[in-house]
């Protein structure tokens, strides 16, 4: 059974973003993935400094995060939009998992090799676009196979039922189906 972990690049306690990737997470589950939910609250980090990490290793949490990470075989990430760009929680804890514990770990080994899916939701009227273009190029750049289809969720402060469904039906299956494409594609490349 393919593994995927879920995360928000946001600490917000009513976050669009947790709400959104929780909608994807149950599309690759009812698709037969095994997925873990996270939120990335639960692993605070300092800003990651090269100098920090010499003196003092890295940190306990990010060692955590980064074991989730290897232990999976793909991602959904949904991020806020900031400035144009993902969100600051978001880089930095993909900068700490991306760096070697010892001498002879393989580079970037949390993220090589694995799939990802991407969204965002935003009170912005473009739904996070801009940011996911930069995460794309990320990803991509540190191994990471993002699966082509994305969404974005415009007016977020508006797009959510209160049980955490969208309010538009087409994009609540597009959300869904971004999980079941991701679990689907996990399936065939196992088999």
Known sequence: MSKIL???????????????????????????????????????????NQDSEHEQGMPENACKFKKLLIEHDAFIIASPEYNSAFS??????IDWASRAESDDEPPLVAYQGKMAVIMAASPGALGGLRGLVFLRMLLANI????????????????????????????????????GRNLAAVLSKLNS
């Open 143 to 178: 191994g990471v196979t993002v699966l082509p289809d994305q969404q974005t969720i415009p007016q977020a402060f508006k797009a959510f039922n209160n049980n955490g469904s969208l309010v538009d039906d087409k994009k609540q299956k597009s959300v869904l189906e971004l």
């Open 88 to 93: 600051p929680l978001l880089k930095n804890v």
């Open 6 to 48: 879920a995360f928000a690049g946001s600490s917000r306690k009513d976050s669009f973003n947790k709400k959104l990737v929780k909608i994807a997470a149950l599309g690759a589950q009812e698709a037969g993935a095994s997925v873990t939910i996270i939120d990335l609250s639960d692993y605070p980090m300092p800003l990651f």
